[in-house]
């Protein structure tokens, strides 16, 4: 077989330098005899180290290989696909992973809208679970450069909170009271005024009546399971979580951003 193998690569090159010499054109009729050893069929006489080889071109056998090959690392089974501006985030390792809208503060309108959120929301506070509230029981309020606002039914607080003398207005809701907590640590320790809720909400805003509000902090908030940072600045109860994008409002006080 080796023997076959030489006398099938000397047949070739003869034939090819007895062009040349008759052509005296070396560089065409050397190129010839490349292309020609390289694209000649692969028969059971000459290449083929078995009969049970199909025959194909040396090119194809030899140089795709090295040349046009591409490796291609399989789909990461964790890799979070987000898409921006009202697209989805999605676990892609389990079904059952939440599927979150991606949400640019910078699209909410204005007077802000209330709607029913498919979000599981949970407030920890010293190891205590102080509130729980399933996906869909919740309403949150979207307004223009505003973090989502979270309300949840009063059922679903855990612990007995009272009412402050702080009141506030917004021009949207209406008036607003506030409430305190006291620690499940500790009866020495209370944060006043860090809950709030419309006992009196203005039309529109009548669905979230009687639902209760956290600022974030300083208990633990979390959306979806996802630990949420606060809108900036004081005066806002916003939610600020991975999937919420745009310029928030608060960073430089009550002012509006300019972009």
Not at 46 to 53: P, R, Y
Request: charged share 20%.
């Amino acid at each position: 077989m080796e023997r076959e193998r030489w006398v099938g690569k000397v047949g070739v090159g003869w034939v090819v330098s007895s062009l040349t010499r008759k052509s005296g054109s070396n560089l065409f009729f050397g190129g010839l005899s490349l292309f020609a050893n390289l694209l000649l069929p692969c028969s059971d006489e000459i290449f083929c180290a078995s009969k049970s080889t199909p025959p194909r071109p040396l090119l194809q056998t030899w140089i795709k290989p090295i040349f046009f090959t591409t490796t291609s690392k399989p789909p990461d089974p964790q890799r979070v696909d987000t898409k921006r501006r009202g697209g989805t985030k999605k676990n892609m390792a389990t079904d059952s992973a939440p599927t979150r809208t991606v949400l640019n503060v910078q699209s909410f309108p204005r007077p802000p809208v209330v709607e029913r959120c498919n979000r599981h929301i949970q407030i920890m506070w010293h190891g205590a679970l102080i509130a729980d509230c399933p996906a869909g029981e919740t309403y949150w309020v979207l307004e223009t450069h505003h973090a989502p606002t979270y309300y949840i039914p009063p059922n679903r607080v855990r612990m007995p909170i009272s009412t402050t003398p702080r009141s506030t207005y917004c021009e949207y809701k209406g008036q607003a009271t506030y409430y305190s907590l006291m620690s499940p640590a500790s009866a020495a320790e209370t944060v006043s005024n860090r809950i709030w809720s419309y006992t009196e909400p203005l039309k529109d805003y009548e669905p979230i009546k009687g639902y209760i509000a956290f600022y974030v902090g300083p208990w633990d908030c979390y959306v979806d399971g996802e630990r949420a940072n606060p809108q900036p600045g004081e005066y806002y109860g916003g939610w600020v979580t991975s999937d919420v994008q745009g310029i928030i409002k608060g960073q430089w006080g009550t002012w509006d951003p300019v972009f």
